[in-house]
Nanobody, 121 residues
Framework: QVQLVESGGGLVQAGGSLRLSCAASGSIFSINNMGWYRQAAGNERELVAIISRGGSTNYADFVKGRFTISRDNAKNTVYLQMNSLKPEDTAVYYC???????????????WGQGTQVTVSS
């Protein structure tokens, strides 16, 4: 069994900052890419940022220069530092990880339960 548990969401004023964390636990042999997605009410889920095991990153255009993704491989944890938040950043943020549960097995995608981020104007 694998679990991804997010924390750090909440209510913040426009221009403020939040830091999200997501810790993977359970039967894990290795983790490849880890990422953050978000889904606003009435919209589809969209990619925010992704980071490889080696630290290579990619960001959606709408967060470049404001958000920073990082990870701690020893702790199986990924972070999302969100600065200069805007009301349009309001959404449920989901953690995603590509995980190998045992040597010789298959890679599978896992999702966290989501954490609400609300930015007031």
């Amino acid at each position: 069994q694998v679990q991804l548990v997010e924390s750090g969401g909440g209510l913040v004023q426009a221009g403020g900052s939040l830091r999200l964390s997501c810790a993977a636990s359970g039967s894990i042999f290795s983790i490849n890419n880890m990422g953050w997605y978000r889904q606003a009410a009435g919209n589809e889920r969209e990619l925010v940022a992704i980071i490889s095991r080696g630290g290579s990153t990619n960001y959606a255009d709408f967060v470049k220069g404001r958000f920073t993704i990082s990870r701690d491989n020893a702790k199986n944890t990924v972070y999302l530092q969100m600065n200069s938040l805007k009301p349009e950043d309001t959404a449920v943020y989901y953690c995603n990880a590509n995980i190998l549960r045992q040597y010789g097995g298959t890679w599978s995608n896992y999702w966290g339960q989501g954490t609400q981020v609300t930015v007031s104007s």
